[in-house]
């Protein structure tokens, strides 16, 4: 196939719309169902890069959940706890393959984010994965090759409409790309960069004590970064991307947006959020929105008279500020990437209070010094990758 034909490009306005290989090659993918639209391809090359360049740098299979050109979740396939099976939903689907484990991981960092995305896996996609993925919101899926069953269960999804797209794994971009805005062309090489332990060496804090599991949180959070709309900031911890800040004009905007989503993520597994007595046919939808506002600051939205009793069984308590405060505090090790230098100590005070261990940055700040002084403070471990990372 040397081109595919789409309904439009970003908006319906847009027509015509088709991707194709401009030296006349056939496309690396095969469409096995559905119509993927102009964002679902954009979403799927991204992301189908984020997953490779993870498998390359962990062994592991890996997973992305992309929305809008930007990863909402990312992880390796580690085995789940039973807390985490929880908080995804997953509880009732028993032992998961590891494919299954990095997209329920992938998916469920960040689930009100995920929700209608495109996912990408570095693997086969098998019969759990596909269970998994056929009872939730999304538009649709790029692997390298699918199961006979995990083929059948999805072709069935959205009436027959799911986006099912096939990659040659062995396809490798020019080494020139290019692309217009206001119809000028522009030209750049391909970011084709390794992220490995080397970006790692150049530990600039007191503390050198730098863990095996660290430095593969740092990677993911690097490869992650480099796959996602600048200015952007990552949060990881035990393999997966808990807190994703993107596409923001400031530094410390990303680090305080990602920091909340990875506090989000840690709040979600305290006893108080665990045992909210929801009512037996809620949709998970729902109760992700739920959850979402209850611990944030619109909580009255669904504790107020009239509101909670659409929702629960009985009356939830307050969480209260000095209640999550507590819980936060045990989240500890977690791992920080930034896609450009930090320029100011802010960003590792705040990224402090997420739990913040290990820090993976460009460095090259005229106040290189500062951010540095900040992270002794907290008795952080950092490393000046000398390696920018910008994406747009």
């Not at 992309?66 to 396939?77: D, E, L, N, Q, R």
């Not at 538009?139 to 069953?149: F, L, N």
């Not at 409409?161 to 790309?177: G, M, R």
């Not at 002794?376 to 000398?386: E, P, Q, S, Y």
Request: net charge negative; charged share 25%; hydrophobic share 40%.
């Amino acid at each position: 196939m040397k081109e595919l034909a789409l309904k439009y490009g970003c908006n319906p306005n847009q027509k015509p719309s088709r991707v194709f290989m401009e030296d006349g090659s056939d496309l690396p993918i095969e469409v096995l169902n559905g119509k993927p639209g102009y964002i679902n391809l954009l979403d799927a090359f991204n992301g189908w890069q984020l997953v490779s360049e993870l498998k390359a740098a962990t062994g592991m299979p890996a997973a992305t959940s992309f929305k809008h050109v930007s990863p909402a979740g990312a992880a390796i396939g580690l085995p789940l706890t039973d807390i985490e099976k929880k908080i995804y939903w997953v509880e009732d689907l028993g032992d998961l393959s590891p494919m299954a484990s990095a997209y329920a991981r992938a998916r469920g960092a960040d689930r009100m984010s995920s929700f209608g995305d495109f996912i990408s896996l570095s693997d086969t996609c098998d019969e759990d994965t596909a269970r998994l993925i056929k009872r939730e919101v999304s538009d649709g899926i790029i692997a390298p090759d699918y199961t006979e069953k995990a083929l059948e269960i999805l072709k069935a999804k959205k009436n027959g409409n799911y986006a099912v797209i096939k990659i040659d794994p062995s396809y490798k971009p020019a080494a020139l790309e290019k692309k217009q805005v206001f119809g000028i062309t522009f030209e750049q090489g391909h970011n084709d960069i390794v992220i490995d332990d080397k970006m790692l060496e150049n530990i600039v804090t007191n503390n050198k004590d730098l863990t095996d599991a660290a430095k593969k949180d740092l990677l993911i959070s690097l490869i992650t970064l480099k796959y996602t709309q600048s200015n952007s900031v990552c949060y990881v911890k035990g393999g997966q991307a808990i807190g994703i800040g993107a596409g923001q004009q400031s530094r410390i905007h990303c680090t305080r947006l990602a920091g909340s989503k990875a506090d989000n993520w840690f709040l979600r597994q305290s006893p108080q959020v665990l045992e909210l007595p929801f009512l037996d046919d809620i949709r998970r939808a729902d109760r992700d929105n739920a959850i979402d506002l209850y611990i944030g600051v619109d909580y009255m939205d669904v504790l107020a008279e009239g509101k909670w009793q659409n929702l629960f069984k009985v009356k939830p308590e307050v969480f209260t500020e000095a209640d999550k405060r507590a819980w936060l505090d045990r989240n500890t090790d977690v791992a920080l990437g930034s896609d450009a230098f930090f320029p100011f100590g802010d960003n590792i005070e705040r990224a402090a209070k997420s739990g913040v261990k290990y820090v993976a940055q460009p460095g090259g700040s005229v106040r290189d010094d500062n951010v540095i002084q900040a992270a002794n403070d907290h008795d952080m471990v950092m490393a000046f990758t000398g390696m920018r990372f910008f994406h747009h």
